[in-house]
């Protein structure tokens, strides 16, 4: 499935992000499709997701369509032995291609991730030509100085367990927390599955370049942008000193 993504600059939906759907007794998705699953099962279902996305990012690079991918890899998949089934389906797009619509985020990084798999994790993609992104738990912003070579970095709110749901002013007052760290380390912050619409006008107030969720729209079987485009989104202007980063031109 492909989630729309919401980007402040533009005030339009201007890109989707991969996100997959593993089957069996039940349907999971997203970050739970990997919940459980040992490094053979991840890298699969990141080499299926690399391969797809490749596809449609050609596919729409020549059919005209200037919006952007974001397709998130399990940083396990980026071991040495493993990296290239994920780099090589997009070393066959256009370089144009990469460099303006593609971005890899990597995610299942915590908190105990070794900092020596920190430092140089991001060296594969960068041959590339694509941004890299990063997705860090809401509660571990401090883990955002630690990363290099990265474009930007996120959270994903629905990896948050049922203890960590809380009221929208105290969800709100940690996302500030995790754009503070962001903007520190000179870098763009962005926010997933975010549920309520008000909420996502907020985040977008904030200073968060990119947001997305079932507060705004809901997945599609493909990236194709809807007759319109701009979604009226009351109060989500940005004020000049918290302007974000265009992830998305």
């Known amino acids: 499935m492909w989630t729309p993504i919401w980007v402040a600059n533009r005030r339009a939906l201007g890109g989707f992000q991969a996100r997959v759907i593993r089957m069996g007794a039940s349907a999971q998705g997203g970050v739970h499709a990997y919940a459980c699953a040992n490094p053979i099962e991840t890298l699969t279902l990141d080499r299926f997701v690399a391969t797809q996305a490749a596809h449609e990012l050609t596919s729409l690079y020549f059919g005209q369509q200037h919006m952007g991918l974001t397709v998130p890899v399990h940083w396990m998949s980026l071991a040495p032995r493993w990296r290239d089934c994920i780099r090589l389906p997009f070393e066959e797009c256009p370089d144009m291609a ?74 709100l007052d940690k996302l500030l927390r995790f754009r503070d760290a962001a903007f520190q380390a000179n870098i763009a912050c962005y926010v997933w599955s975010v549920r309520q619409r008000l909420l996502i006008s907020r985040i977008v107030e904030a200073g968060f370049s990119l947001v997305s969720g079932p507060g705004m729209m809901c997945d599609l079987s493909q990236p194709a942008l809807p007759e319109s485009n701009r979604l009226v989104m009351n109060g989500a202007a940005t004020s000049s000193r918290l302007r974000p980063t265009a992830l998305y031109n």
Not at 152 to 164: C, I, M, T
């Open 98 to 171: 990469r460099r303006k619509f593609l971005k890899i985020e990597v995610f299942g990084l915590t908190p105990t991730t070794p900092a020596f798999i920190l430092k140089n994790l991001m060296d594969p993609l960068e041959k590339l030509g694509c941004d890299i992104l990063a997705r860090v738990p809401l509660d571990a912003p401090e883990m955002v100085s630690s990363l290099r070579g990265i474009r930007g970095v996120g959270v994903d709110l629905a990896e948050l367990g049922d203890q960590d749901r809380i009221g929208n002013e105290k969800l």
